[in-house]
């Protein structure tokens, strides 16, 4: 599974972007998608995932600004970024997991987004 992400970049504070993120390659079997985030000096965090059947789970930190979608047609999943804070600054990265006897996760290579204050 390849993961293409793209949407990142700068932006000032209250602002919106909306990441994507493609998968191609050994799709089937694609269970979830989401979205990671890691700042400076921090460990990479959850900020939201949803699965095939469109359950979504969302961190709290951006719960009511940050909307995750998927498009199960075109295999991308969409991060709607809305009232952007600084803290939001980070590299963001797409995740897609298979689950079958084990657990497969599929990294994508990170796309940059910075808020400025």
């Known amino acids: 599974v390849q993961l293409q992400a793209s949407g990142g970049g700068l932006v000032q504070a209250g602002g919106s972007l909306r990441l994507s993120c493609a998968a191609s390659g050994s799709i089937f079997g694609i269970n979830a998608m989401g979205w990671y985030r890691q700042a400076p000096g921090r460990q990479r965090e959850l900020v939201a995932t949803i699965t095939s059947g469109g359950t979504t789970i969302t961190a709290d930190s951006v719960k009511g600004r940050f909307i995750i979608s998927r498009d199960n047609a075109k295999n991308t999943v969409y991060l709607q970024m809305n009232s952007l804070k600084p803290d939001d600054t980070a590299v963001y990265y797409c995740?897609?997991?298979?689950?079958?006897?084990?657990?497969?996760?599929?990294w994508g290579q990170g796309t940059l987004v910075t808020v400025s204050s």
């Open positions: 995740k897609a997991v298979k689950i079958g006897l084990v657990e497969y996760d599929y």
